[in-house]
T-cell receptor, first 113, second 110 residues
Framework: KAGVTQTPRYLIKTRGQQVTLSCSPI?????VSWYQQTPGQGLQFLFE???????NKGNFPGRFSGRQFSNSRSEMNVSTLELGDSALYLC????????????FGSGTRLTVV | GQQVMQIPQYQHVQEGEDFTTYCNSS?????IQWYKQRPGGHPVFLIQ?????EVKKQKRLTFQFGEAKKNSSLHITATQTTDVGTYFC??????????FGGGTRVLVKP
């Protein structure tokens, strides 16, 4: 059974640009969550999608957005990049509510210069 | 807002010794989950505790959920170099989003 796949693994962007990150969950998993991980702030929740609907949203500015497609694949977009957006972006999938544990992808390391 | 906190932030352990890391929530949790992230890796799910006072063991790891379901602990016995990494607890907070603690980074001295 394939794991959670995130692409790309590494990305370098300049301030002001926008970026799109992709996540393919485990087959059959309908819930996808996104987290930002930085050394100073730990794992910060961005949003969760379930069956193409955003079910939860964290405390991030509107520059951070996401979506989920009918095949459960998800994308997150960050517009007008700032230096502080440099982080490891992790995607996690789960079958849905009531199922214990998230399976994380390897993440996308975003560096904003 | 609702918070999940972990102490200590860092744990330096001599190989072979035991240690405990603690997780505290500002609110009652329906469950608590534990994850391990190896250096350069991603978080990997270890276990979920649901019942008040529940204790579960995985080999040298013992997980406990507090009676009030607001705290949890992870105890590792006879620490090995393979235990190196950051251990996170996480619980569902407002809106059922999974909120992670800041993690305990474990360093093992051989």
């Amino acid at each position: 059974k394939a794991g959670v796949t995130q692409t790309p693994r590494y990305l370098i962007k300049t301030r002001g640009q926008q970026v799109t990150l992709s996540c393919s969950p485990i087959s059959g998993h309908r819930s996808v969550s996104w987290y930002q991980q930085t050394p100073g702030q730990g794992l910060q929740f961005l949003f969760e999608y379930f069956s193409e609907t955003q079910r939860n949203k964290g405390n991030f500015p509107g520059r951070f957005s996401g979506r989920q497609f009918s095949n459960s694949r998800s994308e997150m977009n960050v517009s007008t990049l700032e230096l502080g957006d440099s982080a490891l972006y992790l995607c996690a999938s789960s079958p849905g509510q009531g199922s214990p544990g998230y399976t994380f992808g390897s993440g996308t390391r975003l560096t904003v210069v | 807002g609702q918070q999940v906190m972990q102490i200590p932030q860092y744990q330096h352990v001599q190989e072979g010794e035991d240690f405990t890391t603690y997780c505290n929530s500002s609110t009652t949790l329906s469950n608590i989950q534990w994850y391990k992230q190896r250096p350069g890796g991603h978080p990997v799910f270890l276990i979920q505790l649901v019942k008040s006072g529940e204790v579960k063991k995985q080999k040298r790891l013992t997980f406990q959920f507090g009676e009030a379901k607001k705290n949890s602990s992870l105890h590792i016995t006879a620490t090995q170099t393979t235990d190196v990494g950051t251990y996170f607890c996480a619980g569902p907070t407002a809106g059922n989003k999974l909120t992670f603690g800041g993690g305990t980074r474990v360093l093992v001295k051989p």
